[in-house]
């Protein structure tokens, strides 16, 4: 009997199902929120998150449904997740050298000194939390055909 999505999803460990959600949010609201928001709420959120606050986490959303629905190597799983959380923080590091540049009162050039939390300690934390031994332990068991359902 194959199992469906949802108990596959389930079987994954805490942490990948997390940035699932997470990052399937973030995706949605950074490709919704300029387009169908309000424009005054998008000019309030993009001196803090920049202009696409979810590039690196729709380009890592394959790879992270693929770590959980197929048998993806694991070492290119995660690199599909972390190169592009790692290029947020090279670009957020850069950013950040503009700090006190001049915006004109323009809210598209504007970079707030919190910006740095979005662009780089986040994903950081990401980076940090998606090298969890029980991700690892999850894609062994996987690929060893001993999945099963762990609601942990």
């Known amino acids: 009997m194959n199992a469906n999505l949802y108990t596959r999803f389930l079987a994954a460990p805490l942490e990948l199902k997390v940035f699932a959600t997470f990052s399937v949010v973030v995706t949605i609201l950074g490709f919704a929120l300029p387009v169908f928001g309000p424009k005054n ?3 309030a959120v993009l001196p803090f998150t920049g202009w696409s606050p979810n590039i690196g986490y729709s380009f890592g959303l394959f790879f992270t449904f693929a770590l959980i629905y197929t ?3 694991l070492w290119l799983g995660r690199l599909g997740i972390i190169a592009p959380l790692a ?11 503009k700090l006190p540049a001049n915006n004109f009162g323009n809210p598209y050039l504007t970079v707030s000194p919190w910006r740095p939390i979005w662009t780089v300690v986040i994903p950081a934390l990401w980076i940090a939390i998606l090298f ?3 991700v ?8 060893s055909g001993q999945a099963r359902l762990a609601l942990s």
């Open 136 to 143: 690892k332990r999850f894609r062994d068991r996987k690929s």
């Open 87 to 97: 290029l947020q923080i090279i670009f957020g590091l850069l950013v950040m050298d």
């Open 41 to 43: 709420f998008w000019e």
């Open 132 to 134: 969890s031994p029980r």
């Open 71 to 73: 048998k993806f190597p």
